[in-house]
Each structure stands twice: as structure tokens, then as C-alpha cells.
């Protein structure tokens, strides 16, 4: 608890730091506090260059972070928050301290530059890299350092966005991809501690400020039905062309790492030049668009800009996250189909606002896939209430969507591109890699679906595996059944209790004989009793028994380590 708070406060601090790094830069590169809120106006110190200084800063600025991060910390180009998955997923949350230095000053020379990017991805690996810090500094466990670096992420997002729950659920739903409720406590105590201090620099208030919106027909509600799908296709668009133009950058760049954000950034100041909007996160933008003050062309022209804008400043080297590029091609499109929609149905459709307010949600869904944040953050970034019913629709069918089209997320592509497979065994690691059906055991009898409770009760007593499979009158797989279940039944009233072991059957996820062992240990945490069935290719009938001492047994059968002399703990 107490290192939970000390990782919040931390975090709180770097998102204080940032924040000034960012607006810094912003007003030494460009002369505006925000340049998207005054496009094309030349720079007050630059005045006879007019407009054409965007030419210039992304060149300047990248000369700046470029030698900084290939010679300190590579790991802190991009958006950040692949890495930090990837270290808890795979490294035992180990981040270099040097990362929190680094994607601090990278960022925010990319974004105060003209870099079309966003903040959540830095203060994420800046607060996850103070977690994991801390972590090493105390000597906590792996899973604790896991749970530290996921506080450093959940008090990033907090502070920055003044959203303290959109921070917890981001910790958990993407860095940890798992509930609990020690996580929840701990994520919840840096979030909170995060948001105190943001608040007091920052204010409390909406990080974006909106019109009031309303469902006002029943009707709308099947248009924001289409919407989400429609946002869906589109996060998943987003996340193609953004990795189309890094393989694109990666094709044509053959000098130095460190000269590539320069040399890219001349590419980056002509996108400026022809759209100037694209200058920074672009929020001033966005709030207008969501105002339907711009016209569908002109809506249309800003989303397909922002997705090139973002993917070359990615691109070339850039820091900086995908989060506030996402919510600004939702609003984008949101806004383009809530005009479409008034225009055909001037009396049902609503606001347009509305609309945009949705498609924030719901393109970033499709692009991360994680509906819970999404639901939540957008509820506490715009302090708007009344639009929460089609903004869960939308979400909900927008991830759906993304994943009827893609296995990969925006954060998870990037590392399978790399051979990262966050699911699967790690490079180099000696267990994970081999079939299930090369590791386990032989299936125990399973039991009938009409064995009556006690004889359940007598056959896993004398199991050595807390679960037996259920199989029915053709031998068809049912499920498991648990002997703590069988146990809680006995204790209740003879009347009330279940007579039979059919119904007690629970559907645990399946394992199947051709699976990598990598991804079925993922599966075997969390099921119930000590392991789990093994399903044959079909999934339909169980041919063995896995667990953890089972894939150990053949680790050390197939010679990787040699198995250890057993002596008693204690000497009688």
C-alpha cells in the first residue's frame, strides 16, 4: 500500500513535469500555447517566415531527440505502451530507469514540435518506469513489480487526464490484462494519490470541455449502433496504415538512426504545412469538430490527415502516444456521421456533438480494444453523463468489430511485428514453446454426468488434482467438476443440495493437445482446482491432463535442468 501511494505521487509528478516539458516546447517551437487552435499564423519571433516554420521545428526538434534516444533509450521511441506490456508480460516488469528520463524530454520535443501524437503512451512508460524503479530499489517479488509498474501507468493516466478510474482500468484491462482485487486496491491508491496532485496544478476539471448532449429519439440509438461498427473497421484501419507507414519509413531510410526524426521531420513540416491542424495532440480541434463547426469534406480531409500525420511521426522516430490520435479520428468521423445523419434525418438524429462524442469511444476501442477504458475514460474526460447508454452500445459493437477483423490490437501489433507474442513463450525462454500434447499427463476416469454426489465426493478425495472432467452419456466433454464445489454442496441443506456431479459442471477455458504450452499456462492461472483437461484438436473429447508440475516434469525429463536432490525441510 505504502509503495502503491509512493508510485502514485511519482507518477503524479512526472505528468506535472511533462505537461510543463510539453508546453515549453510548444511555445519555444511554434509562439501559441496550442498552434492547432491557430492554424497557419506564423510564429511571433519567426514572423517573416510565416506559416513555413513548420518546415523547420520538426527538423531542429529532431535533432534534438534523436541522438538522445538511440544513444540512451531505444526502447522509448514510439508510443510506449507495447513496451510496458511487454515487460510485464514477459521481462518480470523490469524497465530501465533511463526510460522515465528520456521519453519525458523525447515526447515533448516530438509533440511541442508539431509531432501529431499524443500523452498517454509517455506517461504511461514514464510511470511504469518509476514503478518498476522502486520495485528493484525494495527488492519486491515479480508479481509485485508487475503491480508497481501497473500503479506507475494507472497514476500517469490519472494525473494527465484527471480521470483517476479510467487509470485504474487502464492498468488493468491493458498492463495487466487480469482483475484482482489486490490489483484494484493498488492501482486504485496510486490513481487516487495521482489525481490529488494533478489536481492541484492542474485544476479539477474536464480535460475536454463540451456542449451538454442528450438522446432525444429512440431511434438514434440504431444510428449509434451503425456508428460503432462503422468506428470499429475504423481503429482497425488506423492501426494498418500506422504500421504500413513505419514499414514504409523503415523501406526507404538507410542512414543513421539518430539523423532519421530530422530528416523525417522535413517530411512531417510539409504535412503541417497542408494541414495545419495536425500540429501537436490537436484538442482545439477536436472540440470544434465535436461543436460541428466543420464542414463533412473538411471532417473527412482531418481524419485521413491525422492518421498520416500520427504514422509519420511514428514514423520517423517519433515519441509520442496513439490514444489522443484515436479519439481525435473518432470525433472526426463521429462528427462526419452525425452531419450525414441530421441531413437525412433532421428530425430523429440529434446532435452532431453527440455523435462525435461517441465515435471518440468507439474508434479507440476498435484500436485497443479495451471497452472498459474506453467507456470509462470518456465519461471522465468529458464530465458527459447523459450520452453514457449509446456510448456503451457503440464500444461494445465497435470492439466486436475489431475483433471479427484482427487477433491484434494497435499495442499488440507492434510487438507481433517484432516476433513478440505476448500469449506465447518468451524469446529464448526453455518452457513454452513445446505442444501441450508433448507435456501432459494421462487423463484421470472421468466422471459421469449422473454420478451422484457422493461418489464424486469419494473419487476426488482420492485425486490428486482438486478437479475431475465431466464427460456425458457419449462420452462428450461436459466440463470439470471441482471438489470445492462438491464440498460447498455437501454443506448445504439435503433438500437444496444437487444430487449429481452434472450439476456442478463449471466451463473453464479450453486447452487443446495442439496449442502451445505458452498460451495454455496462461489458461491453467487462473482455472480452478490444479489443472485442467486436455481436449483433442476438435475440443470436443479429452485425451489428457495438464498442469504446472506436469510441464516442469518434462523440463526436466527432456533434460533442460536436471531435477533436484529432495532432503527433508526438517529433520525429525
Known sequence: MVMAILVGAGAGLGSI???WCIESFTRLFSGHTDYAGSPGSAHPHLPWLGPFFVLVVPVVAGLLYGPLVNRFAKEARGHGVPEVMLA???????ISPKVAVVKTLASALTIGSGGSVGREGPIVQIG???GSTLGRCTKVTEQRMKLLVACGAAGGIAATFNAPLAGVFFAMELILSAFSVEAFGATVLASVTASVIGRAAFGDVAFLNLPDFHVQHLGQYA???VLGVVAGAVGVGFSRVLYAIEDACDWIWRGPEWLRPAVGGLALGLVLLALPEMYGVGYPVLEKAAEGRYAIGFLLLLLAGKMIATSLTIGIGGSGGVFAPSLFIGAMLGAAYGAVAH??????????GAYALVGMGAVFAGAARAPITAVVILFELTGEYSIILPLMLAIVLATATSRLLT???????????RGIDLDGPAPGARLGAQPVSSVMEPLPAPLRATVRLGDAAALLSLSGHGALPVVGADDAYLGVVTARAVAEAMAEQPDAAPTAAGDLVEQPPRISSDEQLAA???TLVAAPGTGLPVLAP???????WLSHQSALRALHSSGGTPAPRLVPAVQL
Not at 510485464?88 to 523490469?94: D, H
Open 88 to 94: 510485464v508480460a514477459q521481462r518480470g516488469g523490469r
Open 17 to 19: 513535469v511533462f505537461r
Open 223 to 225: 444510428l449509434f449502433a
Open 520 to 522: 495454455a499456462l496462461h
Open 128 to 130: 511504469s518506469a518509476l
Open 343 to 352: 441531413g437525412l434525418l433532421p428530425g430523429s438524429a440529434g446532435a452532431v
Open 538 to 544: 476438435d475440443r470436443n473429447r479429452p485425451v489428457g
Open 407 to 417: 487477433r491484434d490490437t494497435i499495442y499488440t501489433l507492434k510487438l507481433r511485428r
